[in-house]
Nanobody, 125 residues
Framework: QVQLVEFGGGLVQAGGSLRLSCAAS????????MGWFRKAPGKEREFVAA????????YYTDSVKGRFTISRDNFMNTVYLQMNSLKPEDTAVYYC??????????????????WGQGTQVTVSS
């Protein structure tokens, strides 16, 4: 069993920054894809970013490219999401997810087996 716990959410003004962390326990996640998803009120959950097990391949949804950066520390079993130039439309509950070693589409939530409980990010205008 794998537990994922997110940290770092909060309230920030537009243009500000936040850094989300996701700590994994239960077993090593060194060989799996890790991703971040978000769900805003009244909207479907959407993909935000993902990183392959080595971190050599990263994926972003278009709306966050150039503003968000995903990274991972496999020794610490932790994945991060650095969010800069935040906008009110980034307001959502952000979820960390762990997938598998071999995947076909890192942007697809179906590729992920384990999910965190979520952390709220609120961006005020």
């Amino acid at each position: 069993q794998v537990q994922l716990v997110e940290f770092g959410g909060g309230l920030v003004q537009a243009g500000g920054s936040l850094r989300l962390s996701c700590a994994a326990s239960g077993r090593t996640l060194r060989r799996v894809v890790m991703g971040w998803f978000r769900k805003a009120p009244g909207k479907e959950r959407e993909f935000v970013a993902a990183a392959s097990w080595s971190g050599g391949s990263t994926y972003y949804t278009d709306s966050v490219k150039g503003r968000f950066t995903i990274s991972r520390d496999n020794f610490m079993n932790t994945v991060y999401l650095q969010m800069n130039s935040l906008k009110p439309e980034d307001t959502a509950v952000y979820y960390c997810a762990a997938g598998t070693t071999v995947y076909s589409d890192a942007t697809d939530s179906a590729e992920y087996t384990y999910w965190g409980q979520g952390t709220q990010v609120t961006v005020s205008s």
